[in-house]
Nanobody, 116 residues
Framework: QVRVVESGGGLVQPGGSLRLSCAASRSIFSIFAMGWYRQAPGKEREMVATITSGDITNYADSVKGRFTISRDNAKNTVYLQMNSLKPEDTAVYYC??????????WGQGTQVTVSS
């Protein structure tokens, strides 16, 4: 079992920035990939950004150029730096950890609200 804990959500004005953190209870070296997903009210959960153990990143078209995913191996943590936030970025953001065994673990989610 892997414990996944997200933090860093909150309320921000349009154009503002937030940084989300996702800490895994296992060594990041036993993890194949970590990623951020989001779900807005009435919508399906969608991929936002992912990063593999080989540092290959992937972004949704809607966030390219505004969001950056990165890793801190020493802290078993992945970050999502979100800049130039828009109201349509409002959602619950979830972190997913994919192990080398291909098992997936999700965090509890953190709310991001972009509003003036």
């Amino acid at each position: 079992q892997v414990r996944v804990v997200e933090s860093g959500g909150g309320l921000v004005q349009p154009g503002g920035s937030l940084r989300l953190s996702c800490a895994a209870s296992r060594s990041i070296f036993s993890i194949f990939a970590m990623g951020w997903y989001r779900q807005a009210p009435g919508k399906e959960r969608e991929m936002v950004a992912t990063i593999t153990s080989g540092d290959i990143t992937n972004y949704a078209d809607s966030v390219k150029g505004r969001f950056t995913i990165s890793r801190d191996n020493a802290k078993n943590t992945v970050y999502l730096q979100m800049n130039s936030l828009k109201p349509e970025d409002t959602a619950v953001y979830y972190c997913k950890v994919t192990m080398l065994s291909n098992d997936n673990y999700w965090g509890q989610g953190t709310q991001v609200t972009v509003s003036s």
